[in-house]
């Protein structure tokens, strides 16, 4: 097999941690005999400095050709951070359809986490969140900003077809884990969207009796991922909340640095993307410390995705295999390097 492969190292840390991604992916092909053919582009943040936008004008058509895309992260301190979501990131979830935002959160071999004694029991959930609509469709307006009387609004909006689907794919899903969804919403302030929210998945949940189904509000979900995160299976969240507690589940595991992502279009009339859930890390960029494994797991997603599902799973027994022996970037208060980290995962992948 022969997959096509865009790569998009992004901004920043994207550099450092997409090359090493990659070079994990195709370690791996090599092992189980497929071939990635990796085209790479150069957008995001630096790109628009120089040509006014993310991506060019026919970026989306490119994308459109190939089966999977490998993206790092866009945003640079001195762009405007109210572009890369709406030029890049936003464009390419939106039209491609990629309305699954699907985001593991499981304890790596050998990794505490600041959790893991407390409770004593595996952390293993996934975050679900919808990707294409609700608080991030940046519907609103700013209204006299400089004068006294300035307004600003942003109206979430919420379809009946937007949540239907991304509950289906959640009951789906629990029925191939441990058959629990949990509706993380605020339907108790935002009285219509998300109490319609509620409503539809509701309906939806009554098709999958052999599914448990809780609601749970996401002030009490904050706590609980803290304090009982061993309760979760699937969490199926809208698009604001599932950005906030995704970035909570990457601290549950240790480290921002380690949290994968995929943005799925389950119906695979377009490609799908694959990122890991932190952004470009300014502040380490350059030195070559950043944790590259929530980018090399996210492309092990990615393998999954394409149908390479011994693949993906031989770089998640490899991602294990070098955190239980203790190799540890600068996020976890280790010495390691991008790169070694990257090699230590590699030579596992060759030698097991
Ligand atoms: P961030 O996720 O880039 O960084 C937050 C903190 O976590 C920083 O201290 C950073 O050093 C650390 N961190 C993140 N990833 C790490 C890794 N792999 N290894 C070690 N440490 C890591 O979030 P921040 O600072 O809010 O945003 C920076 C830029 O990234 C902004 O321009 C933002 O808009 C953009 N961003 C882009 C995203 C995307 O392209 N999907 C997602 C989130 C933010
Ligand atoms: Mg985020």
Known sequence: ?????????????????????????????????????????????????????FMPADGLDTLRQFDAIYFGAVGLPDVDDTLPAMLYTFKVRTNFQQYVNYRPVKLLAGIEGPLRNKTGQDIDFVVIRENNEGE???????????????????????????????????????????????????????????????????EVAAQYPDVTYRKMYVDAASANFVLRPEIFDVVLTTNMIGDILSDLGGAIMG????????????????????????????????????NPIGQIWSGALMLEHLGETEAAGAVLSAIN??????LRTADMGGTATTQQVGEAICAELRNH
């Not at 941690?17 to 790479?40: K, Y």
Request: no cysteine.
């Open 1 to 53: 097999n022969r997959y096509k492969i865009a790569a998009v190292n992004g901004d920043g840390i994207g550099h450092e941690i997409v090359p090493v991604g990659l070079q994990v992916l195709n370690t791996v092909a090599d092992r189980f005999g497929f071939q990635l053919e990796v085209t790479h582009f150069p957008w995001g943040a630096g790109y628009y400095r120089e040509h006014g936008d």
């Open 321 to 326: 295999a070098v955190t239980a022996q203790g």
């Open 255 to 290: 480290s921002l640095g380690y949290g994968p992502s995929g943005n799925i279009n389950p119906e695979r009339t377009f490609p799908s993307m694959f990122e890991p859930i932190h952004g470009s890390a300014p502040d380490i960029a350059g030195k070559g410390i950043a």
């Open 136 to 202: 991030f469709v940046q519907n609103g307006k700013i209204v006299h900003g400089d004068s006294p009387y300035g307004v600003a609004t942003d109206t979430s909006v919420f379809t009946r077809f937007g949540i239907e689907r991304i509950a289906h794919y959640s009951f789906q899903l629990a029925r191939r884990r441990r058959k629990h969804v949990t509706n993380v919403t605020k339907s108790n302030t935002l009285i219509h969207s998300l109490a319609y929210w509620d409503r539809v998945i509701g």
